[in-house]
């Protein structure tokens, strides 16, 4: 299983930008995917999850109300529509492949997981 992201660039605070997150090679529809992200000089941070359906999703409170994930098993694609950016939401976004159908309780815990894409940088600057 690959997993790649796209997506990413240079918006203005107050825009919007959609992350994709495309699956490929073996199992690509079996995991539950999740959304992360890593700032300069942080600690890597989970903002959300989906199962393999697409009806359950998971978000970060920091990013419930701004940020969107969904679906597309015909594509095995991810994505994560982000909204109302804001400076502070500047980083290198991953997404990885979290366990087998769904997020689970600790989704969160990035230290677990084994397969990750590359990441893409969003920049969020006027």
């Known amino acids: 299983l690959q997993l790649v992201e796209s997506g990413g660039g240079l918006v203005q605070p107050g825009g919007s930008l959609r992350l994709s997150c495309a699956a490929s090679g073996s199992h690509a529809d079996y995991y539950a995917i999740g959304w992360f992200r890593q700032s300069l000089g942080k600690e890597r941070e989970a903002l959300s999850c989906i199962s393999t359906s697409g009806g359950g999703a998971n978000y970060d409170d920091s990013v419930k109300d701004r940020f969107t994930i969904s679906r597309d098993n015909a594509e095995n694609t991810v994505y994560l529509q982000m909204g109302s950016l804001k400076p502070e939401d500047t980083a290198v976004y991953y997404c990885?492949?979290?366990?087998?159908?769904?997020?689970?309780?600790?989704?969160?815990?990035?230290?677990?997981?084994?397969?990750w894409g590359q990441g893409t940088l969003v920049t969020v600057s006027s």
């Open positions: 990885a492949a979290v366990r087998p159908f769904t997020c689970g309780t600790n989704w969160r815990n990035h230290r677990s997981l084994g397969l």
